[in-house]
Structure formats: C-alpha cells, structure tokens
C-alpha cells in the first residue's frame, strides 16, 4: 500500500528530540524552530511530559467518557488558573479542526442563528464547518460548502460594521494572530470593535487559539493584548506537546447544555495526564514569560537585517516576509545550517518554536540567517 500524499516531504526521517534539537537517522543534529507546527510547546522528550505519560499509560490510557475521570477536572482547573478563565468551562476534543467545529455548533445552538464572519486568508482547519471559515478554497469539497459564511477583509473596521447592520451574525472566527496566513496580527482596535460589535447583536466571539494561543505570544491567549475575554477560545496544538488533544473552553455566558457535544477519544487519560504535563512544565519553568522576551530580543534583531521585508508577530509567533527573489533562504537553513522553520505565502519563513528556546539558539538561528541572507 502507498501513503496518500498529504504534504510536500523533505528527505530528512527524525528519529529523536531533545528540547530545542531533533536528530536524524544519520545522527545529524537539527534546530527545530517549527515544533512540527506550533505543537512542541515544552520542547521535544521533556523528562517530567515523559514520566507523567509512562506513569499514565502504566495505570490506565483510556476507557470511556461514561465514568468520571478526575484528570478532566485537573486539567480544567489548572487550566482556568494559568489562563485567567476561571469561570469557563472546558470541553475536551482531540484536533484543532475538532475544536473550531464545536465552538461553531455551539454559538449557533446558544443564539440560533445561522450566519459566521471568518476573514481572508484564515485557517480553521479541514473537517466540514472548519474548512467552511477557512479561506482556501482549493480544500473545501462541493458537499463542504455552506452559503451562512461571510469572508471579510481582514481588520476592515467598516466592512465588519456593515455585515452586522445587513445580517442575523451568529458568530465572528478569528485568530489573533493569523498562522497559516502569514503571521498577521490583529490590530488590537480590530479586536475590541469584534467584542463591542457581538455584545450589541447577541452575537459569539470565537477565538481561534490553535496557533497563536497556550502563551506561545507572551500572553495566555493573543486576544489577552486587547484586554478582552472571548466567549469562546478553541486550543490544540501546543496542548499536547504532540499528544493529540483539543479543547475549547466556553464563557458563562453560554451555556453549553448536556449532549450538546461529544467525542469518543476527547479527555481520555492519557490526553489529560500530557494536557497537564504541559501546563505543569510551563508554569515550572516560567515559559510565558521566556516566550515574551525571547520574542521581543528576536524580533527586535531581525528588524536589524536589511534584506528583511517585514517581521511580525508576537513572542515567539514570528513571520520574516523576504523578498520574492530570495526565495531559497527557508531550504537553505534547513539544508545548509540544519534548522528547520516553517513557511507561509508569499515569501515568509515561520518560527514557532518551543517555549524554552534558549538565547543560544536563537543566536544560532540569527547567525545562520546572515550567512544564508548574506549569499543569497
Ligand atoms: N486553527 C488554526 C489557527 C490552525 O493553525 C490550525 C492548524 N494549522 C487549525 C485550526 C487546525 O488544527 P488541526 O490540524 O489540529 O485540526
């Protein structure tokens, strides 16, 4: 049988991690600015991650969401604390795709309405209603389409207050800092006329935190900038650190009513125990805090090279949009300085690296991208 070819491959097969680094088969040591994805938040093979999912796996992974599994009320209340959302609820998934679907289902179960404004160039993922806010159009089959989806620019104040006036809107979807579409951050104004504009129309604020939240930008959440709570924020990636699992948790504002969500595999064991691992890693160490300032001193480096268009991005979130000619500089550090960053159209390299990445190695990275800049 031959695999189905979800992504362009590079010829390199990871064998172990540790930390910031990931080797080959061949023993080569890489960098890993990209964390497969934003998903390595506390870094590869982490020792207390490791022992907390043995220690699990050696007691029970999974049984069933019929019983009551203490780890769920663990997770939520750790999580609620290191968020600032304590009166939230917290329901537990497995994807990021997962999440944004239910928080989509459940604004329109709470409000009954039908209409949701997603912006141009966001990702929400690949199942039927998160590819529908999704603004590709190349990956939404014909039996995906949905005609209750309103794609606006992005951060256009005017054409946001203009949909409302026009339309019944359910729910507003935004990433506070768009992923997949560049490393866009939303203007902070941008964010407050969504919250202000949904509070007067009986409308749910969702806030797609898949990428750009879990203290990845210095703040629990990115939308935390704008000092606003939304009614909902949709998790995964960073979660895990690689153990699948989602969630979405809902303010009290809404409430979420038995049988209204569900899901075989969300909150299973060994899902909480690595949910918890993370959370416990990341307060343990301070890795908000190090994600802040390791982000403002790489930022404000790379605002220092020339041959940078722009950098954007917030804490460890961080968008190099390059010019069209230099289009080799992402194969060059994979392939001539081993370190692996991610990409973005036009021309943009992404760094979204664990948490504890340490200043060495952003000053590995800052003395790599030199050198490729500098033949290029
Ligand atoms: N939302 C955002 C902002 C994302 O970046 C992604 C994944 N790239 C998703 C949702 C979908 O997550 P998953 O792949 O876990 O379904």
Redo the contacts with the bound molecule.
């Keep these: 049988m031959n695999l189905f070819d979800v992504y362009p491959i590079n010829p390199i097969n990871i064998v172990k991690g540790m930390g910031s680094l990931v080797y080959d088969d061949k023993g080569t040591e890489y960098l890993d600015l990209y964390g497969g ?2 998903v390595i938040s506390i870094g590869h093979t982490n020792p207390h991650y490791v022992k907390r999912l043995e220690d699990q796996l050696h007691k029970i992974g999974f049984y069933s969401n019929s019983i009551e599994i203490p780890l769920q009320k663990q997770l939520a209340e750790k999580l609620g604390k290191i968020s600032g959302k304590e009166d939230y609820q917290l329901f537990l998934c ?7 679907e239910n928080a989509l289902k459940l604004a329109s179960f709470y409000n009954g309405k039908k209409k949701v404004i997603a912006f141009r160039k ?6 039927s209603l ?1 590819v529908a806010v999704t603004d590709n159009p190349k990956i939404v089959a014909p039996v995906n389409e949905t005609h209750n989806v309103i794609f606006l620019p992005w951060a256009d104040e005017t054409a946001l207050e203009k949909t409302f006036a026009e339309h019944e809107i359910s729910s507003v979807i935004i ?1 506070g800092i ?3 579409g560049g490393i866009q951050v939303a203007p902070v104004s941008f964010l407050q006329k969504i919250r202000s504009l949904c509070d007067g129309h009986n409308a749910v604020y969702i806030a ?5 939240g879990y203290g990845r930008t210095g703040k629990f959440f990115s939308h935390d900038f704008a000092e606003i709570n939304a009614d909902i924020y ?1 998790m ?2 960073g979660m895990g650190n690689g153990f ?1 699992i ?1 969630g979405i948790i809902i303010s009290p504002k809404i409430q979420a009513t038995y049988g209204m969500l569900g899901t075989t595999f969300g909150g299973n064991h060994l899902a909480c125990a690595a949910g918890l691992a993370v959370l416990e890693v990341m307060e343990q160490d301070n890795l908000i805090q190090n994600a802040a300032d390791l982000g403002s001193y790489l930022i404000e480096e790379l605002k220092k090279f020339n041959k940078i268009t722009e950098v954007r991005g917030r804490g460890l979130m961080i968008g190099i949009e390059l010019p069209a000619e230099l289009s080799n500089v992402k194969k060059d550090l994979l392939f001539k300085h081993q370190i692996f960053t991610g990409e973005a159209k036009p021309n943009v390299v992404r760094l979204l690296p664990a948490l504890n990445l340490t200043k060495t190695y952003a000053d590995r990275f800052l003395e790599a991208l030199d050198k490729t800049l500098a033949s290029s």
Excluded: I, M
């Design positions: 994805h934003a497995n994807s990021g795709a997962e999440a944004n966001s990702f929400h993922g690949r199942t998160a990433e768009q992923g997949v797609d935190s898949v990428q750009c949709s995964a990636k699948p989602g």
